[in-house]
Nanobody
Framework: QVQLVESGGGLVQTGGSLRLSCAAS????????MGWFRQAPGKEREFVAA????????YYSDSVKGRFTLSRDNAKNTMYLQMNSLKPEDTAVYSC???????????????????WGRGTQVTVSS
């Protein structure tokens, strides 16, 4: 059974930092593109960042580029999202997702991901 478990969320002031983790089990981690999405209250879920399984290429939304850094530790089956210079508009529930094994996908398209975690709350106070 595939499980994705997020951790590291919390309350932080504007300009602060957090590091989110996504621990994966039940899958061959190295063969899955992994992504982060977020959903703010009253808004649709949106793409944040992704990392490809084959080349390790990272992708970011324009709103987080230059502030967030995505990485993965294949030995630990864990993906990390380092979030710096946080803004109130970053407040959301952040969820990690895994694409299908061995498949190339459109990393920004939510429907391309097959496994999802429950999410972790990030709140940035002004």
């Amino acid at each position: 059974q595939v499980q994705l478990v997020e951790s590291g969320g919390g309350l932080v002031q504007t300009g602060g930092s957090l590091r989110l983790s996504c621990a994966a089990s039940g899958l061959t981690f190295t063969r899955h593109t992994m992504g982060w999405f977020r959903q703010a209250p009253g808004k649709e879920r949106e793409f944040v960042a992704a990392i490809g399984w084959r080349t390790g290429t990272t992708y970011y939304s324009d709103s987080v580029k230059g502030r967030f850094t995505l990485s993965r530790d294949n030995a630990k089956n864990t993906m990390y999202l380092q979030m710096n210079s946080l803004k109130p508009e970053d407040t959301a529930v952040y969820s990690c997702a895994a694409g299908p094994e061995g498949r190339v996908l459109s990393v920004r398209r939510q429907s391309d991901y097959v496994y999802w975690g429950r999410g972790t709350q990030v709140t940035v106070s002004s």
